[in-house]
C-alpha cells in the first residue's frame, strides 16, 4: 500500500486514491464542494487546495488541487500550510462573493456544507459591498424548490443528473459570465431521482418542497435509522419527526444497498405515515353495520371473545408488513391456517424465485455488486418503475467495461472529466428484454420487446449457448438467435455478469430462463450474480416464512363453518378480483383487519385495530437480495396505535390461548421467530439489542442542538415531560444519551464536528465511500448452495402467437401511481397518470381507435373503460394495463383479453 507524508507523518492509504479521498479517509478537514465520493473529481470549484512538497528537503513546494492529484507512494503534503490556508480562504471568498446573506431564512440553514466550509476555512467577515448577481428561479416540480441566487457553481447537480442518473432535460446553461443550472424552461423535472439534488447540492439552490409545507429546523428533527417501504430493494433511509408528525426522508447511507441514493417515491412517498386516512383507535361495527371508535380495552375483549367462539381462525398475513408481525398472526392462527396475502400467481412466482436463490449455486446480488457488473442481461422487469435504485446501479454499470478499456491511457478511475471525455458515448453491454419500452432503452445496447413467452424463449437460448447442457429452443427465428448469440457472446467475455429477472412480468418461465443463463455463466465464471426484483418491502421474508395463496383460503372457509379471517396491513382488493375479495370477506363470520390506512378491506372489517407504520414501529424486512434489515420508530405512537405484532400478542391473551401476552418487547418475539424457524437467525443480529448501551448510555434519537422541548407540549404541561419509554430498541426518545459513532445499524443521524451536512457520512466510513465501520447494517439470509448440482429448468414455452379479435394484456408500472402507499403523498399523487392501455398502432388500426379513445376492457370479472395510449414500443398482439393505479382491479397476471370500442 502506499505511504503518503501528511505534516511529515507517514500514512498507509490504498492504492489509486486522490489526495482529497485518501485524507479524508484518514479523518483529516479538507474543504471541497465539485468533488463527491460517487461521482469523483472535476477540479471545478478549487477549495481543496494542500500544498505539495518534491521530498523531504524540498521546502518551497507548490500548491495543487488535493481531488486532482493521485496519493502515490511518498507523496508529501501540508494541510495546514499557511500559503494553502490563504488560498483555500481566498478561494472561498471567490465563491461567496454573489452568495446571498440569507442563512437565517434559508432552508439548508444548519445541514449547510457551505456554512461548514465557510468557517473551516475561516471566512467569517465579508470585505466587499455591491449589488449581487442574481437570478429567475424556476418551477421544477412538487418535490423541490429552486434558488439559484444560491450556487456557486460547483457543477455537482448537473453531473449527477445527466451523467449519473441520466437526466436529459437539466443542463447547465451559460451567457456571458453567467452560469444557470436548470431546464430550458419551468416545469417537473422528468428524472425519479430528483431529489437527490437536495443532498448533492452544497447550498440551499435545491430543497425539500414537502418539508417546506410543515418546516422544521433540521437540529430540531428526531431521527431514526429505517427501511423504505415501497420496493423491495430496502434502501436505508433516515425519517426526520417533529410534534408527532413525519417532516421528510433523507437517505441513510450503506454501501451494499442503496449507497448515497434514492428514488424520489422513497424519498417524498412518506406522507401517508400523516394522511387522514389513518386509522388512530379501535374501530367496532355495531348492529347498524357503522363502524364506531372504541376504547382498547373494549376491543380486545371483543375480538378475544370472537376468537374463542370460532371454530377456526384464519390468518392473511402481508408483504408490507414486518417479519416479526407475520410470524405472530402465525403463532395467532397456527401454521397450517396461515395464508400469504398475494394471489396464486404471485406465490408461485414469488416461491420460484426463493427456490432460485436459496437452492442454486449464483449468489444474490447487492445493489453494490451491480454496480460493478460489467454486463448485464435484464429478463422481463421494467426496472426503472419496479426497482428504481437498481436502474441507477445499472446505469454505473455501463461505465466499467468502457473503463477498463482505457487503462492504457493512463486516466485514474476518480479523474471524472478525463474518463469521459475519453469514453465518450461508448456504453457496456446491457441488454433488455421486456414487454415495453422501459426508461433504460436509451442506454441499452439492445432493447428487445417482446410478449412474455418470446422473452423467455430468447433467455432460455442464451443459456443454451453459454452452455451446451442447457436445453435449446426450437424454432428460434433468425434474428432472435442472432440477439441470443450476441448476448451470450458478451456475457462470456465479462469478468463480473449478471442476470436480473423478477416476478412483475407475471410469467415464470422468464424467471426460470433468466435462472438458466446465471446457471450457465456461473460454470464457467463464478462472479457471476443474479438479481431478483420482487414487488412489496417484505415480499422475499413473507415467502420465506410460508404459506398457502390467499385465494385459497375461500375455500378454508367455507369448509370449516364457524371461521374468523385475521387481515394483516392488506388491502385484499389490491390482490384479488373485486368479486373474490367480496366472496372472502362475506363468507368469514367475523373479519380482524390490523392495518394504519383505511382502504376497502377496513370498510368491511367488523373490527380494525390501529397498526403503526414504519415510522412509529420496531421491524424487520427482507429485501430482494436476502439481507433481513433492521427498522426502528422514528416517533412513539399516539394515541391507541401500536405495532402490529403487539395487538397481535395481546389478541393471543385476550383470546385464552396464552395467559398474558406473550410478547412485552421486540427482542422476546424475534427470539421466539428464530427458535420457530431457524432460516431466520440472522436477524437476530441484524442490529444490537435493545439491552445494548454504549458508555451505559442509549443512542439518542434528538441531536445534541435539539430544541423547544418544554414548548412542545406547553400546552398540556409547562415542566419538561417525561421522554416516552422504548422497551424496543437502544435508541432515546431524548437529546440525552451516547454522542459519538454507535453501530452502523443504530446510527441515527450523520453528524461530526465541523460537518453538519450530510456530507458527514465521510467521518462514518472506515474509508471514504467504503463500508460503515463496523460493518454495513444487514445480515443475508440467503446464500447460494456452492457445491449443489446444476439442474436447468427445461420446460420452454411455444413462441407467442397473435390470436384474432384478442390482445394478450400485461402489466406496466409507474414509479410514481402503481404503489400503494406512495400515492397518499400529494406529490406523488400530482406525477401520477391516469389509468389508461397502452398498444401498438397496428392493433390500434384494428379497432378502429385513436388516441385516448375509449375501450371497455374486462380484467378479471371487472369492467374497466380506458383511454388508448398508442404506443410503438408495444409488441403487436399485446396491451399494457398498468398496475395500481386508482380504477383499475387486476392481479397483474397475463391473460387474453377482446378490447371493445366504446
Request: hydrophobic residues 40%; charged residues 20%.
Amino acid at each position: 500500500m502506499p505511504t503518503i507524508y501528511v505534516e511529515g507523518q507517514p500514512y498507509e492509504v490504498s492504492p489509486g486514491l486522490n489526495l482529497l479521498h485518501a485524507c479524508l479517509s484518514l479523518g483529516f478537514n479538507i474543504p471541497y464542494f465539485c468533488w463527491h465520493p460517487a461521482m469523483h473529481s472535476v477540479g471545478a470549484c478549487r477549495q481543496c487546495a494542500v500544498k505539495l512538497f518534491k521530498d523531504e528537503n524540498d521546502t518551497k513546494g507548490k500548491i495543487v488541487m488535493s481531488c486532482m492529484t493521485l496519493a502515490r507512494d511518498g507523496t508529501r503534503i501540508s494541510i495546514a500550510d499557511p500559503q494553502a490556508v490563504w488560498f483555500r480562504k481566498v478561494a472561498i471568498e471567490w465563491l461567496m462573493l454573489n452568495h446571498p446573506h440569507d442563512c437565517p431564512v434559508c432552508d439548508e440553514g444548519g445541514e449547510c456544507h457551505l456554512q461548514d466550509m465557510t468557517e473551516m476555512c475561516g471566512h467569517v467577515y465579508r470585505r466587499t459591498r455591491f449589488k449581487k448577481r442574481t437570478y429567475r428561479n424556476q418551477y421544477l416540480g412538487p418535490f423541490l424548490t429552486h434558488e439559484m441566487n444560491r450556487c456557486i457553481q460547483c457543477y455537482r447537480c448537473v453531473r449527477f443528473y445527466r451523467g449519473y442518473a441520466g437526466g436529459r432535460d437539466f443542463h447547465t446553461l451559460a451567457w456571458h459570465n453567467s452560469v444557470y443550472f436548470g431546464r430550458h424552461q419551468d416545469g417537473v423535472l422528468q428524472s425519479k431521482f430528483s431529489g437527490n439534488l437536495v443532498e448533492v447540492c452544497p447550498t440551499g439552490v435545491f430543497d425539500d418542497k414537502t418539508l417546506a409545507r410543515h418546516y422544521v429546523r433540521k437540529w430540531d428533527l428526531q431521527t431514526a435509522p429505517s427501511i423504505c417501504v415501497h420496493c423491495a430493494l430496502g434502501c436505508n433511509t433516515i425519517p426526520g419527526a417533529r410534534y408527532g408528525t413525519l417532516r421528510r426522508i433523507r437517505n441513510r447511507y450503506n454501501g451494499d444497498v442503496n449507497s448515497y441514493w434514492l428514488c424520489d417515491r422513497g424519498r417524498y412517498g412518506y406522507e401517508f405515515v400523516n394522511s387522514p386516512q389513518r386509522i388512530r383507535r379501535p374501530l367496532l361495527r355495531n348492529g347498524d353495520g357503522r363502524p364506531t371508535l372504541a376504547a382498547k380495552e373494549t376491543a380486545l375483549t371483543q375480538i378475544g371473545g370472537v376468537l374463542r367462539e370460532s371454530r377456526h381462525v384464519i390468518g392473511i398475513g402481508s408483504a408490507r408488513a414486518s417479519l416479526e408481525s407475520n410470524f405472530a398472526l402465525r403463532c395467532l392462527v397456527g401454521p397450517e391456517n396461515f395464508y400469504l396475502g398475494t394471489c396464486r400467481a404471485e406465490v408461485q412466482l414469488l416461491s420460484a424465485a426463493i427456490d432460485v436463490l436459496r437452492n442454486g449455486p449464483v449468489p444474490s446480488a447487492s445493489l453494490h455488486e451491480a454496480a460493478w457488473a460489467d454486463a448485464v442481461f435484464v429478463l422481463g422487469e421494467d426496472v426503472p418503475n419496479v426497482a428504481p435504485v437498481l436502474e441507477l446501479a445499472l446505469r454505473q454499470s455501463t461505465l466499467r467495461k468502457p473503463s477498463d478499456t482505457i487503462q492504457d491511457l493512463h486516466i485514474e478511475p476518480w479523474n471524472d472529466a478525463a474518463l469521459r471525455e475519453a469514453i465518450q458515448t461508448e456504453k457496456g453491454p446491457l441488454f433488455l428484454a421486456t414487454t415495453y419500452s422501459t426508461d433504460l432503452d436509451a442506454s441499452a445496447t439492445q432493447a428487445y420487446h417482446a410478449a412474455p413467452q418470446d422473452i423467455a424463449r430468447l433467455g432460455f437460448a442464451v443459456a443454451n449457448l453459454l452452455d451446451a447442457n442447457a436445453p435449446s429452443v426450437p424454432g428460434l427465428l433468425a434474428p432472435i438467435a442472432a440477439l441470443a448469440r450476441q448476448i451470450a457472446g458478451q456475457l462470456a467475455e465479462a469478468r463480473r455478469p449478471l442476470v436480473v429477472a423478477g416476478v412483475h412480468c407475471g410469467m415464470g418461465a422468464v424467471l426460470q430462463a433468466a435462472a438458466n443463463v446465471a446457471y450457465a455463466l456461473q460454470r464457467k465464471n463464478e462472479n457471476t450474480r443474479i438479481c431478483l426484483a420482487a414487488p412489496w418491502c417484505n415480499s422475499l421474508g413473507l415467502g420465506m416464512m410460508g404459506g398457502k395463496c390467499v385465494d385459497s383460503a375461500i375455500d378454508a372457509l367455507r369448509a370449516r363453518g364457524s371461521t374468523t379471517l385475521v387481515v394483516l396491513e392488506s388491502d385484499l382488493y389490491r390482490h384479488l378480483d373485486v368479486a373474490e375479495a367480496n366472496n372472502l370477506l362475506n363468507t368469514a363470520n367475523h373479519v380482524v383487519v390490523l392495518d394504519s390506512l383505511r382502504h376497502k378491506t377496513t370498510d368491511k372489517a367488523d373490527f380494525v385495530l390501529p397498526a403503526g407504520t414504519f415510522a412509529e414501529s420496531t421491524g424487520t424486512f427482507v429485501n430482494n437480495e436476502g439481507r433481513a434489515q433492521r427498522f426502528f420508530a422514528v416517533l412513539p405512537p399516539a394515541g391507541e396505535v401500536q405495532e402490529s405484532w403487539r395487538w397481535i400478542g395481546e389478541l393471543l391473551a385476550a383470546s385464552g390461548q396464552r395467559s398474558s401476552a406473550p410478547w412485552q418487547t421486540f427482542d422476546e418475539i424475534v427470539e421466539d421467530l428464530v427458535r420457530a424457524m431457524p432460516a431466520f437467525a440472522p436477524v437476530a443480529r441484524a442490529a444490537p439489542s435493545a439491552d445494548f448501551r454504549m458508555a451505559g448510555q442509549r443512542i439518542p434519537r434528538q441531536s445534541h442542538r435539539y430544541s423547544g422541548r418544554t414548548a412542545i407540549h406547553a400546552a398540556v404541561n409547562v415542566h419538561e415531560p417525561q421522554p416516552p419509554a422504548d422497551p424496543d430498541s437502544p435508541l432515546a426518545f431524548s437529546m440525552e444519551g451516547y454522542l459519538n459513532q454507535p453501530p452502523s445499524s443504530l446510527i441515527p443521524r450523520f453528524w461530526a464536528p465541523q460537518w453538519n451536512s450530510v456530507q458527514a457520512v465521510n467521518k462514518f466510513q472506515e474509508e471514504v465511500a467504503g463500508v460503515l465501520r463496523g460493518g454495513n447494517p444487514g445480515k443475508r439470509l440467503i446464500e447460494p448452495q456452492a457445491d449443489g448440482q446444476v439442474e436447468y429448468f427445461t420446460e420452454i414455452p411455444e413462441a407467442f402467437e397473435r390470436r384474432e379479435g384478442y390482445l394478450l394484456v400485461v402489466p406496466g408500472y409507474h414509479v410514481f401511481g402503481s404503489e400503494e402507499l406512495s400515492i397518499l403523498s400529494s406529490g406523488v399523487a400530482e406525477l401520477a397518470p391516469m389509468p389508461y392501455i397502452a398498444v401498438n398502432p397496428e392493433d390500434a388500426g384494428k379497432l378502429i381507435v385513436r388516441e385516448n379513445g375509449l375501450v371497455d376492457v374486462a380484467l378479471s370479472t371487472t369492467s374497466h373503460y380506458l383511454p388508448v395510449r398508442i404506443a410503438p414500443a408495444v409488441p403487436p398482439g399485446l396491451a399494457v394495463v398498468p398496475m395500481g393505479l386508482p380504477g383499475i382491479q387486476w392481479n397483474g397476471q397475463p391473460v387474453w383479453k377482446k378490447l371493445l370500442r366504446t
